[in-house]
DNA sequence: TTGAAAGCGCTAACAA
DNA sequence: TTGTTAGCGCTTTCAA
């Protein structure tokens, strides 16, 4: 310990600092003025104030340093002014993205946002939801985990919820997301159509569900749109690791493809580690391309081409959805760009 | 509106759904007891409540499908099961892989996170800062962007705080991280001592302070043990673009040093852009080592030698710090570790 | 233009 | 073991 503790009962030494905040009260007085005006001077309403004494509450809340206590705040207007997301993996850098366009959107309106991760796990995304919403967030954003035939309608009281990175629609929810199909299409077109490729593999997630995922369909539809049968599909964890052991697997084969279409960026940062480790050479032994297209594609060598989704505009509308309580069990759906760079064998 | 108000006198009506949720008042009504009951029930103390008693609660608390105002509680308690982290960029590896680390730690303990992005702004950070203390945050972990100089210690009533990825202490504040002057010195050592490099360049943020950074400062020590004159040092900003511009200039120099320590595993992603896009080998051309070590830099090619910070370690030591109000101005300070790789040109 | 005061829902000290 | 009640700090209606 190297501080001195003031002495505690010396009344006429300089004021030891409070050992508690500065409230309304304290700068009503300070100011001589009620509490009420000190409200209207903080909120900048409902009431007008003289100029003369709005700048008298003033100088007190900056020499007391006053600022409003939010959960008194919230407890009187019924409020959180907070939003809560809920992701599988804040450490992927998708989500991460997610994360903070998500925050940059709110706190332009004022919102916190409470950060949840998941672990990629169907339950803890469930109690996780359930005790945002104790909390009374103002709105409720969740990247599931769950298929739609997995995710119960929401329990009455629940806040208004929307799914974000939903390719699909979730009946009962509002989801908003990009369209993964046309995405995946895209980019797998490019590499039939524009390098000639015949055959190209997809490394994607396990499949848990009923339905083909979107980014499957739009894979499998390229080929048919060249009038080719669709290439291999290899099947890993969302991860890094998922995407190096996807692409030890497949540079074994006795065919190797000439391509391979990474359905996320976190997937290629080790698909792009089993290529170099091989000793092979992208895009000259074997084309790499991906979906997602975080700034962490931008940055690999050579410069990944990508499907990218709009991942600001989206968090903006999924908060715009949120707070204006918008019908439930619609889909928005955000068209992806088709980023070329080099991984595919453009110049 | 399209829900009815309930006739206020016809007692026997079947009850139409509350408009609003039900408080603790009315799960007191419910069950014939008093709202200190319930109280006692829902927090399991603290007065005991007969086993009957409480069965009739619960029963209320169940049809009413009550749930606590948080809000409320938190006023009152002046605590909201919460912590709150501010980083500089949650988009950035690092901090995305700390905010990982701690809303791992926090769920442990039932606590929840709020997120704020200072954007690498001081007074960002410090209105966050008051924000989220205003909420009564249980404690508050900042990775702060200012130096000791212009950190004020803090105001009265501030929640217990305690600054993470913190390489000295900061006066009036509690302080963690990791032992980045002995990181720096460790990664610059191996390459001067193990591959005789005699011209080392740093890449490190601008320096907006009086003292050297500790990484600057290991950065030069190990020059001094190795009998050497210091390397030049490159100030850029902290980003994918500021590693990337910064080698862009070093690899124009006339006299092109052997290797470039970069400072954050960001910086380092860039730089390897550069390198490669000049046409360069790492490590056979110019080698390449960083300071940070998120699971990133596993999965560069080649994978990137690296002072690596304890994360996981560091995030708990500072909820616990922070949970357990420790002694303010101390300074914990961890261990960096030495991964070796591929870009120092060990084998 | 300003002030007084009634709560928002909850906890816990105090009383019974 | 249970009930009564005084606030936590704030917003806002109502009165002056």
Redesign the interface.
């Known amino acids: 310990?190297?501080?001195t503790l003031p002495a505690p009962e010396v009344q006429d030494a300089p004021a030891p600092?409070?050992?508690?905040?500065?409230t309304r009260a304290d700068v009503a007085r300070a100011a001589g003025v009620s509490t009420a005006v000190v409200s209207y001077v903080v909120n900048e309403g409902p009431r007008r104030v003289a100029p003369h004494t709005a700048a008298r509450v003033r100088a007190a809340i900056a020499a007391l340093?006053y600022?409003?206590?939010?959960?008194?705040r919230?407890?009187r207007k019924g409020s959180?002014e907070?939003v809560g997301l809920v992701v599988p993996?804040?450490?992927n850098?998708y989500f991460?993205?997610l994360?903070?366009a998500v925050?940059?959107a709110a706190?332009e309106q004022g919102l916190?946002?409470?950060?949840?991760?998941s672990q990629a796990d169907g339950d803890v995304e469930r109690e996780l939801m359930a005790?945002?919403s104790?909390?009374?967030v103002d709105g409720l954003l969740v990247s599931t985990v769950r298929p739609p035939e997995h995710l119960p309608p929401p329990p009455?009281?629940h806040r208004p919820t929307v799914l974000v990175n939903a390719s699909r629609p979730y009946p009962g929810y509002a989801a908003i997301g990009a369209d993964a199909a046309q995405g995946a299409y895209d980019v797998v077109d490019h590499l039939l159509g524009v390098h000639g490729h015949t055959s190209v593999a997809l490394v994607i997630g396990a499949s848990t569900e009923r339905l083909p995922e979107p980014r499957e369909e739009g894979f499998a539809n390229a080929f048919a749109a060249h009038g080719l049968p669709p290439g291999p599909v290899v099947r890993t964890v969302f991860s890094?690791t998922g995407g190096?052991e996807a692409l030890r697997r497949i540079l074994s084969w006795r065919h190797r493809p000439g391509a391979v279409f990474l359905s996320s960026d976190e997937q290629a940062?080790?698909a792009?580690?089993a290529v170099?480790?091989a000793g092979l050479e992208c895009p000259e032994d074997i084309a790499l391309v991906a979906y997602d297209g975080t700034?962490h594609s931008?940055?690999?060598?050579?410069?990944m081409t990508v499907s990218r989704q709009p991942i600001a505009a989206m968090a903006r509308a999924a908060l715009a959805t949120v707070l204006g309580s918008s019908p439930v069990g619609n889909h928005q759906e955000f068209a992806t760009e088709l980023v070329v760079r080099r991984s595919c064998g453009c110049p």
Chains 1, 2 share one sequence.
């Open positions: 310990m190297t501080t600092a409070p050992a508690r905040a500065a340093a600022s409003p206590n939010v959960a008194a919230s407890l959180s907070m993996d804040i450490g850098p991460a993205e994360a903070r925050e940059v706190s916190l946002v409470a950060l949840a991760s005790e945002l104790s909390r009374n009455p009281g890094r190096y940062s080790g792009y580690r170099r480790e700034s931008e940055f690999s060598w050579p410069p």
